[in-house]
């Protein structure tokens, strides 16, 4: 990492998020079993959290030091949210949030399908026939992997069981 550089968009606030993400790890991991001993059951989520939060720690130290002193630059600051947040990035963020909300209601197959269809469209954009195919062929790969391999019993959805 290069000292001198200026931080990039949302850097900062992306390693105050390290932080918080850390200290909550190493929070949950004293709540296992507290600090009683070396073989406890929380010892090692202790050290690993610990190692998170430090290392969060000096990234953030080091990013706040080198954010720019002076307000007279000769380029304009980058707006923070486009530079962390690109729209591919949002929209494939609310396929899954709705991907995870209607679950439970069509079950993994259906579900899957839509999201799947609708992730390769949005993103690979050769047309909803080709998509549709893609879609198709790695649904039968993880049916045949979970269901027929695993034989784990795939979610099936409340309108489905109510249908069939």
């Keep these: 990492m290069h000292e001198n550089a ?5 850097e900062t606030l992306f390693a105050l998020a390290l932080v918080i993400f850390s200290a909550a790890a190493f929070w949950q991991s004293f709540a296992i079993s507290g600090f009683k001993g070396l073989a406890t059951a929380g010892t090692f989520p202790m050290l690993a959290s610990a190692a998170m939060l430090a290392s969060s720690l000096l990234v953030l130290v080091a990013t706040v030091r080198r954010r720019p002193g002076s307000a007279s630059q000769d380029v304009a600051p ?5 530079a962390i947040l690109p729209l591919p990035v949002v929209i494939i963020a609310g396929l899954v949030a709705i991907y995870v909300m209607l679950m439970p209601v069509f079950g993994f197959m259906l579900s899957s399908a839509a999201f799947l269809f609708a992730s390769f469209w949005y993103l690979w954009r050769r047309g909803w026939l080709v998509s549709m195919a893609l879609t198709l062929v790695a649904l039968a790969a993880i049916y045949a992997v979970f269901r027929l391999v695993f034989q ?3 979610p099936t959805g409340s ?4 249908i069939f």
């Design 6 to 10: 200026k931080p990039r968009p949302g």
């Design 78 to 82: 980058t707006p923070a949210l486009p």
């Design 152 to 154: 784990v019993v795939l």
């Design 159 to 162: 309108l489905i069981r109510g």
